[in-house]
């Protein structure tokens, strides 16, 4: 059984400058993504123990920490491919299509997915997902990590909007940084996650 691993970036820390700076990256990625990496592997540690005495009156605690680190880490891992230095613009081929067709347009699902993260309350995320049952695009805020989606939806666009994912550039402006971050868009990559879900059988 593998632990959890912090996975490389796919680009150097200064690359998505000016819109991020690379000591918001570097901090991003190197302090709060290991975290939440560490926590989940060191949470997997504490519920195998808990196994193996059949002592589970912390299983509650537990699982909620687990959620929260795996959520933490999965998020995190599609966020820094949803970014390119090369990014922007929009989408085209089917993945346009389909933005087209659930959301009206283009820029009607844009100012849908910037209010989604602008004002997800707290700390937490706006999410572009792939909802199987109706096989629909669907805008979520997910709160914290891993709280108000769909059971079954696939992420594949995610706007982190974690104080740490700005603040230090951005300061309360939380609109200012979202702004920025669709010019960093890296739509193949976002194509490929949706065409990678939408072949798979319902």
């Known amino acids: 059984m593998g632990d959890y691993t912090l996975p490389d970036m796919p680009y150097d820390y ?3 400058e000016p819109a991020i700076t690379g000591e918001i990256l570097e901090l991003h990625h190197a302090k ?3 975290a939440y990496v560490k926590g989940a592997n060191d949470t997997l ?3 195998a123990e808990a196994r193996d005495r059949a002592e589970f009156s912390n299983l509650v605690g537990l699982e909620k920490t687990f959620a929260f680190n795996l959520s933490g880490h999965v998020l995190h891992s599609i966020f820094w491919r949803n970014l390119s ?4 613009d929009r989408p085209d081929g089917p993945l346009r299509d389909a933005i087209d067709q659930h959301f009206g347009t283009f820029e009607a699902f844009q100012k849908q997915l910037t209010a989604a993260t602008s004002t997800v309350q707290g700390s ?3 999410v572009l997902a792939w909802e199987p049952t109706s096989r629909r695009l669907v805008v979520e805020q997910v709160y914290d990590h891993h709280g108000n989606v769909g059971m079954n939806t696939t992420p594949l666009l995610v706007f982190d909007a ?3 994912a700005y603040y230090l550039q951005y300061r309360n402006v939380r609109p200012d940084y ?3 971050l669709w010019g960093l868009i890296n739509w193949d990559d976002v194509a490929a996650r949706f065409a990678d879900v939408t072949s ?3």
């Open 14 to 16: 200064a690359a998505l």
């Open 32 to 34: 709060h993504h290991a």
């Open 85 to 88: 230095p090369d990014g922007g």
């Open 124 to 126: 937490g995320w706006g």
């Open 200 to 202: 798979q059988a319902t």
């Open 45 to 47: 540690e504490r519920l």
């Open 162 to 164: 974690w104080e740490h």
């Open 178 to 180: 979202v702004e920025k």
